[in-house]
């Protein structure tokens, strides 16, 4: 949790200085979804060569604000706090992570990948859509229920960058029970 926790807080220092609001509310506010994700198991941590650089959360939670039963919920698996430490940014890991994300739909028997984006961070919109991802559309919930992101995106869950790092999953180790508890 404090690892994901940091990376986070970092991501959104950086955003701060990148002139957008996104993500700029209290941490706090964000640790008890990241709790939840933890104890799903939806939650992840990207290694390199043992030094934690990247989270991201992968599930079947297709928010309800932004996506409707037109949409067949069901057919995609959905990104969500992605973010990737400022010190290993730029080589790829993003994009390694949202290739990994899209092999997790597939063995689940998922066609897409799919993620909710800040409706005004043009930036962002920019990357997603370099990497593959088609501009679905915007949503803004009423007003009594505000919420910064709402641009919503998918692509193939088959997409594949042959370029940059590439993702070797590694499950927790678990300690092997002993005798007595058998
Ligand atoms: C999105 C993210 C995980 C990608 O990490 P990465 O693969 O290492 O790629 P980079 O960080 O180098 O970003 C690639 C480009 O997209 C831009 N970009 C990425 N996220 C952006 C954002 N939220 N707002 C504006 N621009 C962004 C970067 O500035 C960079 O532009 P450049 O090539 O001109 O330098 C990482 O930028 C990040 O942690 N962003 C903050 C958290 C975030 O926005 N997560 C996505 C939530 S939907």
Known sequence: MPVVLGILAEA?????????DQWQVPLESRRSRVEQD????????VADRGIDVA???????????????????ASALYVHRMAVR????????GSAMLDWAGRRA???????????AWRTNHGLHVYYKNLGFEHVRDVEPPADRPRGSGMLF???????????????QRWPVRRARSSRSR
Do not use: K, M
Request: glycine share 8%.
């Open 38 to 45: 933890a104890a799903a198991h939806t939650l992840f941590l």
């Open 55 to 73: 989270t991201i959360t992968v599930d079947e939670f297709a928010d309800a604000d932004f996506w409707e039963q037109a949409d067949d919920p």
């Open 12 to 20: 959104t220092t950086w955003l701060a200085t990148c002139g957008t």
């Open 106 to 116: 597939c063995l689940r028997g998922r066609t897409l990948l799919r993620l909710d």
């Open 86 to 93: 400022r010190s290993a940014a730029g080589r790829g890991i």
């Open 154 to 168: 998918q692509r193939d869950a088959g997409y594949h960058n042959p370029l940059g790092p590439q993702i070797v």
